[in-house]
């Protein structure tokens, strides 16, 4: 882990503004999981209805399919809220927005269209 720059990363309004978009991301992410848990839920009821016979039923991969795309885009989805949580919990800890690499503050607009960004522009261009 880098090392914490002295002084204030964000001031109280830019906090206040990140709060809310974190806060936004967290509801928009929420209501995405509870729809694709709706979707999986659907999906295994309607192929529990369906006879089980996967070797001739040329639907059956297209359903396997079907889950494993489902199952993606949710797993995708709560690690994205993990991330929002830590993020959230670190703007109230006041290293919200500090680059894990290099220690040095994470750009405002790169913290505004990536709210989880571990890293500073210049150290996610390096690859670390």
Not at 13 to 21: F, G, I, K, T
Not at 73 to 100: F, I, K, N, P, S
Request: aromatic content about 2%; hydrophobic content about 35%.
């Amino acid at each position: 882990m880098g090392k914490q720059p002295s002084g204030t990363v964000l001031s109280s309004s830019q906090r206040a503004a990140m709060r809310d978009l974190l806060n936004a991301e967290r509801a928009s992410t929420v209501a995405q999981i509870e729809a694709l848990t709706r979707d999986w839920d659907d999906l295994v009821d309607s192929s529990a209805q369906v006879a089980n016979d996967d070797e001739h039923d040329p639907e059956g991969a297209t359903i396997a399919f079907e889950r494993s795309h489902l199952q993606s885009l949710l797993d995708r989805a709560r690690d994205q809220l993990g991330a929002l949580d830590e993020m959230t919990e670190r703007l109230h800890r006041g290293t919200y927005g500090v680059c894990d690499d290099c220690g040095r503050p994470i750009g405002l607009a790169r913290l505004k269209a990536r709210p989880v960004a571990r890293t500073c522009i210049e150290c996610a261009g390096r690859g670390r």
